[in-house]
């Protein structure tokens, strides 16, 4: 921080995701992850610390996990302006992550019909509506993206999972969330020895897998060479698009694939292709602000190259 090369914000936040630890093992945990704090976010370099606490010592994360879940609540608090917050605080982030998916789609659902109020008004409208009993919802059980490795689901080690819009998810609460979605949709990602993803392939709720996908071929639903031009891609190489880049691709983004928009790289009125070579997710925010003047290219290693309106390179790394 003297030297210039973080800032108080990102070393506060590493102090805080480490208050929890000894001396010695923070220290260790800081080590790993001191030389890419300076082109991190607070919020990627706190849940990359998190992970690294948690795969550090599993048995210690799942205690604190169980301890804070014993005290969650309700709580409702008066305001200065005659309104009223009404936090509820440690919960399951799986449950949670489905709430507010059910939420957001709900709202969503209202805005589309022409609903003039912003989307985070629909949001806490229908978070009420929902509590008392009022709503005509029509939306089902929310969504949830968790990511885990094999080996974890399989009980051979206790790697940390990732949970969409959350972060790290300790591997018996990632194991737990997985069983409880049987009649989920589950894409599976196949990398080489070299950690280069190779085929992607979805398995159908019946526990039936489809064959996998080359990742630099076309899917059985591309159009035939020669057929005219289309504007998106199919579901399953929407699937596919996912499953490569499981957040917004903007720096510092997090914001989960499954509900960001999927974008050409080369615009479609430039005469981009609609392939999955040429597709990335942004999330709606940053899909506008693409338009500004912000442009973009994956690279073969992983990451992405992005150009900011004035012409300066900003490079993305892939989540480790």
């Not at 048995?59 to 936090?87: F, I, K, N, Q, V």
């Not at 806490?124 to 990511?147: K, Q, Y």
């Not at 399953?236 to 698009?241: D, G, H």
């Not at 073969?300 to 390179?313: A, E, F, K, L, N």
Request: with cysteine.
């Amino acid at each position: 921080m003297l030297a210039g090369r973080i800032d108080e914000r990102r070393a506060q936040a590493m102090a805080n995701a480490t208050m929890h630890l000894s001396d010695e093992r923070a220290r260790r945990i800081i080590d790993e992850i001191i030389d890419d704090a300076p082109r991190l976010t607070t919020g990627q370099l706190s849940a990359r610390i998190r992970k690294l606490c948690i795969t550090a010592d599993p048995e210690d994360a799942l205690d604190r996990y169980e301890a804070a879940l014993s005290h969650r609540r309700l709580t409702m608090t008066p305001t200065l302006d005659g309104t009223a917050d009404l936090p509820a605080k440690d919960l399951p982030p799986d449950l949670v992550a489905s709430a507010t998916r059910r939420i957001d789609a709900l709202a969503r659902s209202l805005r589309r019909n022409n609903d003039t109020r912003t989307m985070d008004q629909l949001r806490a409208d229908v978070f009420l509506d929902l509590l008392n009993g009022t709503s005509e919802e029509t939306i089902g059980r929310g969504v949830i993206d968790i990511r885990v490795d094999l080996d974890t689901l399989v009980e051979l080690n206790n790697n940390p999972g990732d949970l969409g819009g959350y972060g790290p998810l300790v591997a018996d609460i990632a194991r737990q969330t997985a069983a409880q979605y049987p009649e989920s949709e589950h894409r599976f990602l196949v990398k080489n020895e070299t950690g280069r993803p190779v085929a992607v392939g979805i398995a159908e709720p019946s526990g039936k897998a489809r064959p996998h996908d080359s990742i630099n071929g076309s899917t059985d639903d591309s159009p035939p060479r020669g057929a005219k031009r289309r504007r998106s891609l199919s579901k399953r190489e929407r699937s596919i698009v996912q499953v490569l880049r499981p957040t917004c691709v903007f720096p510092g983004c997090r914001v989960p694939a499954t509900i960001s928009d999927v974008d050409h790289i080369v615009e479609f009125a430039q005469y981009g292709p609609t392939e999955i070579d040429n597709s990335a997710p942004l999330c709606r925010f940053h899909n506008v602000v693409k338009q500004s003047g912000w442009s973009y290219q994956p690279l073969d290693d992983g990451r992405i190259r992005w150009v900011t309106p004035s012409g300066h390179p900003v490079m993305t790394d892939p989540d480790p």
